[in-house]
């Protein structure tokens, strides 16, 4: 099975920008990586996906390099709100699509 | 758009007595998930289901769980009975394609808390 690898936890101060990455050295051929955040009490909320190089949306990039065996999610200018857990996620298509979710990184931002 | 809507909120039992959980995704979704969280840890996917059709339930524990989607639309998970261990919050997602890479739209969840 795809396993991800994160830190547990990051902090960060609002305004900075705050880079979190994943690592997934048995990341197959046709596997997507894809990021969530959950806050307290909530449900994940689906953040960026992506399969090579980079990918931007209107809350986040997230960059791929060659390898594929890590990524990262890049969050510009963080404010409190971004407080949450972010699960970094890779589909893999050897376990029936099974998708592994780890522990997170749990950021806090700071004022 | 309404988004997952998941019932109830919150549930207090004692063990060994049985429990559900109601789940209605987003119309249209042909993907239906159930999750279990543990606190401090990430979701761990009990079922799938395509349609009406369970595609992967090899997680959920088969002795005391069950789970139903009748017509394709609705999802009920039920416990029965009941573990001290079964205390935790319940996901249900669900989602367009029958590829789980697609986005996954989650409800709040259930916590429940056995006794």
């Known amino acids: 099975l795809a396993k991800t690898t994160q830190p547990i936890s990051m902090d960060s101060y609002e305004g900075q920008e705050v880079n979190i990455t994943c690592s997934h050295n048995?990341?197959?051929?046709?596997?997507?990586i894809t990021w969530y955040q959950q806050f307290p009490s909530q449900g994940p909320r689906f953040i960026i996906q992506?399969?090579?190089?980079?990918v931007t949306n209107e809350v986040a990039s997230l960059f791929i390099p060659a390898d594929r065996k890590s990524s990262t999610l890049s969050l510009p200018r963080v404010s409190l709100s971004d407080t949450a857990v972010y699960y970094c996620?890779?589909?893999?298509?050897?376990?029936?699509?099974?998708?592994?979710w780890g522990a997170g990184t749990k950021l806090i931002i700071k004022p | 758009e309404a988004g997952v809507v998941q019932s109830p909120r919150y549930k207090i039992i004692e063990k060994k007595q049985p429990v559900a959980f109601w789940c209605n995704p987003i119309?249209?979704?042909?993907?239906l998930y159930w999750y279990r969280q543990n606190l401090g840890q990430g979701p761990e996917l009990l079922i799938r289901?395509?349609?009406?059709?369970?595609?992967?339930d090899s997680q959920l524990p088969k002795d005391r769980f069950s789970a139903e989607r009748l017509k394709g639309v609705d999802s009920t998970l039920k416990i029965q009975p009941a573990e001290l261990g079964d205390s935790a919050v319940y996901l249900c997602?669900?989602?367009?394609?029958?590829?789980?890479?697609?986005?996954?739209?989650f409800g709040p969840g259930t916590r429940l808390t056995v006794t």
């Open positions: 997602a669900s989602s367009l394609g029958g590829v789980p890479f697609t986005e996954q739209y």
């Open positions: 996620l890779v589909g893999d298509m050897d376990s029936n699509y099974q998708l592994i």
């Open positions: 119309s249209g979704h042909n993907t």
């Open positions: 289901y395509e349609n009406e059709e369970a595609v992967d």
């Open positions: 048995n990341i197959a051929t046709n596997d997507y």
């Open positions: 992506g399969y090579k190089t980079k």
